[in-house]
């Protein structure tokens, strides 16, 4: 099994020094990368997609498995590794890590005779970005099984919906969930920092157990995101391809900006610690400014980018730029 988990983590290295090379030698814009793949590649698509969703424009899933094997039900895996102690058998499922799509748009399309991954999985990946609200193009082939399609090879109408919007800039909302077993910190990969957030660590002692996560939700007031909609769309394409089709999206309509307020929101679950970036949250610039911090555990917080002429308090107290917060609900309040 560490082999095994040693042999994909070194494919992740890959991808990223092999992206590198591209982007020096072709120059890629990196503010419209889009990632994409097809049947395991799909798989590969949802790992990296919400392990990074920062780096990526879009999403494209091409009949891909939500989880590393089949799915049956929303926590019933067969995984592809079968040993338990493999990531694939005990971080494998993606389900859990949808809500770090707020700011990366999904298009999926899969058949409904795929005899490798079945339907209902990827059902139950759609099912879970309408709760979320998030935007997504889910198109599904009532014709369609896993290999014929690949054949025909023509994606004309999901690659359609693939835009050239660029990636989400630092936003106000971010809301991160992740496998802390994934991060190889030697290896610089994994899933350790996200926009103004980084050096995300994990409680090692209630994040050792199989599948656990830990998952941070930050909104900083500093700089609010505008209001949106969310409208729903569903339709039948009498020609999606080479096959008719049915499809579901959900799109955001973006309406007027909101007023800043000086203060932040930070809840943790299962985190021993980060950075905040309080310039790229909006903080630096203002005279007095609040963090609010709900953890479940002992969190070492450590603000960067602060103004040489700040003061550091938690709960009134005078403190360094590393505060630690125990555990409960507790204020850090910044002032020039």
């Known amino acids: 099994a560490n082999e095994l988990s040693l042999i994909s983590e070194h494919l992740e290295l890959d991808v990223w020094e092999v992206w590198a090379r591209v982007a020096e030698q072709l120059g890629t814009d990196p503010n419209r990368t889009v990632v994409a793949g097809y049947s395991m590649g799909g798989y590969g698509t949802y790992r990296l997609a919400l392990a990074y969703p920062e780096v990526f424009a879009q999403a494209l899933v091409l009949a891909g498995p939500p989880a590393c094997g089949v799915k049956l039900l929303p926590d019933v895996n067969i995984p592809g590794n079968l040993d338990p102690e493999s990531h694939c058998a005990r971080e494998g499922d993606t389900l859990p890590l949808l809500v770090n799509a707020r700011w990366l748009p999904f298009v999926i399309a899969h058949g409904v005779l795929d005899e490798l991954v079945p339907l209902p999985s990827v059902l139950f990946q759609i099912h879970e970005l309408d709760r979320l609200g998030y935007r997504y193009r889910f198109s599904v082939y009532p014709t369609e099984d896993h290999i014929g399609w690949v054949f025909e090879d023509d994606f004309g109408d999901p690659v359609s919906h693939v835009g050239t919007g660029p990636r989400q800039s630092d936003p106000g909302h971010i809301t991160f969930t992740w496998y802390p077993q994934l991060v190889r910190h030697d290896l610089g990969i994994g899933p350790h920092q996200v926009w103004w957030l980084s050096d995300l660590r994990a409680d090692p002692d209630t ?28 339709g039948f394409e009498p020609d999606l391809d080479l096959s008719p089709g049915l499809y579901t999206e959900v799109v955001w309509r973006i309406g007027p900006a909101v007023a800043p307020l000086p203060s932040l929101a930070l809840n943790l679950t299962r985190v021993a610690g980060l950075s905040l970036d309080v310039a790229r949250a909006g903080l630096a610039s203002l005279p007095k400014s609040t963090i609010s911090v709900v953890t479940d555990t002992l969190a070492q917080i450590t603000l960067t980018a602060l103004p040489p002429d700040t003061t550091v308090l938690l709960d009134g107290q005078l403190t360094g730029p590393t505060v630690a917060v125990p555990v409960g609900q507790h204020t850090i309040t910044l002032r020039r």
């Open 207 to 234: 994040t050792a157990g199989r599948g656990v996560t830990a998952s941070v939700d930050a909104r900083s007031h500093a700089r609010p995101d505008p209001t949106r909609t969310t409208r729903r769309r569903r």
